[in-house]
């Protein structure tokens, strides 16, 4: 199906263990995002990418990693989960930069007990 | 840099009744400005954006904002609330001073009462 698509959407974990964010594109869009939605914070920006090999840093990089070998393929892993990062993660994606807008996905709810 | 302002965590109406959402951007360069709404557990989807062409941009669902330099706002106005309106909203600002990527503002909730 075309879209962005993003998997588990619901997933629990354990502290300390390493858990990985699926997200997919079908567009073939330049830039794609991950954000973390808390209560309070709005949307905040962990990592984003330009194009294939390409990522830079956002507001709270800290604990996350990503990797982008692929145009429509932009995984995030929590290396080693601690519980302040439960929380909703969203993926998205822009044809480009400035007034272009994002295309999200669906959400993945993540409990790290 | 760039940042986003929604005053207002939650904002409460009777159906029929104005929506007014606010949003206050800061950035010394020209902004591209963005609102999205969210509804429950779901992605956020676009309603509307400002790219310079025209100050009052209307988007989906009948929403529009009007763009003020002077008072670096972007309110969401929509003139008669609709119980499916109710869902969270966000602005954001993308900015040359900040890459171009896109800041969020906190959110709104809106609440429709019937």
């Known amino acids: 199906d075309a879209g962005i698509t993003q998997s588990p959407r619901y997933k629990i974990t354990e502290t300390g263990r390493q858990v990985t964010l699926m997200c997919h594109q079908t567009w073939s869009h330049s830039y794609m995002f991950w954000y973390r939605q808390d209560l309070g914070h709005g949307l905040r920006l962990i990592y984003y990418?330009?194009?294939?090999?390409?990522?830079d840093k956002g507001e709270v990089p800290d604990g996350y990693v990503v990797s982008r070998s692929k145009t429509e393929n932009f995984p995030l892993t929590l290396e080693s989960a601690t519980r302040s990062q439960t929380s909703v993660y969203f993926c998205a994606s822009s044809v480009g930069q400035g007034w272009y807008e994002q295309y999200f996905g669906p959400g993945t709810r993540l409990t790290v007990t | 840099a760039q940042s986003v302002t929604q005053l207002g965590s939650h904002v409460s109406v009777s159906e029929g009744a104005l929506v007014l959402l606010r949003c206050n951007y800061s950035s010394s360069v020209p902004p591209y400005l963005f609102w999205y709404v969210q509804y429950p557990n779901q992605g956020l989807q676009l309603l509307l954006k400002?790219?310079?062409?025209?100050?009052l941009v209307k988007g989906i669902n009948g929403f529009e904002a009007e763009f003020k330099k002077s008072e670096t706002s972007f309110h969401l106005t929509k003139p008669s609330a609709h119980m499916s309106d109710a869902a969270e909203y966000f602005c954001?600002?993308?900015?040359?001073?900040?890459?171009?990527?896109?800041?969020f503002g906190r959110g709104t909730s809106l609440i429709v009462h019937p």
């Open positions: 954001a600002v993308s900015t040359s001073g900040g890459s171009y990527i896109p800041t």
């Open positions: 990418s330009a194009a294939a090999d390409i990522t």
């Open positions: 400002y790219t310079s062409a025209a100050t």
